[in-house]
């Protein structure tokens, strides 16, 4: 399964981008889809998960500011992010959990795309 992320640029505070992330390759079904990013001398942390049944779970640090969305049957996952700050400057990585043949699940990860908050 290869993940592939776009839509990271640079932007001011208070500004808008939208991050996209395709999938390919073989599996049977993608479960959980989400975003982690990671700062600089920091860990990689969740964003913002999804299910296949549209359920969503977000860190509290982008509640009310991110929305993340996918599309089951092109198996892409989106992040709408508003109202960015410099604090949400970051590599972005999209990731899913794959079952790739039946009762094998694997997780997988997008390259990152950098997400850059500054005046």
């Known amino acids: 399964v290869q993940l592939q992320a776009s839509g990271g640029g640079s932007v001011q505070p208070g500004g808008s981008l939208r991050l996209s992330c395709s999938t390919s390759?073989?599996?049977?079904?993608?479960?959980?889809m989400g975003w982690y990013r990671q700062a600089p001398g920091k860990q990689r942390d969740v964003v913002a998960s999804?299910?296949?049944?549209?359920?969503?779970n977000y860190t509290d640090s982008v509640k009310g500011r991110f929305t993340i969305s996918r599309d089951n049957a092109k198996n892409t996952v989106s992040l709408q992010m508003n109202s960015l700050k410099p604090e949400d400057t970051a590599v972005y990585y999209c990731?899913?959990?794959?079952?790739?043949?039946?009762?094998?699940?694997?997780?997988?990860w997008g390259q990152g795309t950098l997400v850059t908050v500054s005046s």
């Open positions: 390759g073989s599996f049977l079904n993608i479960n959980k």
């Open positions: 999804i299910t296949n049944a549209g359920n969503t």
């Open positions: 990731y899913c959990n794959a079952e790739i043949s039946r009762f094998r699940f694997g997780d997988y």
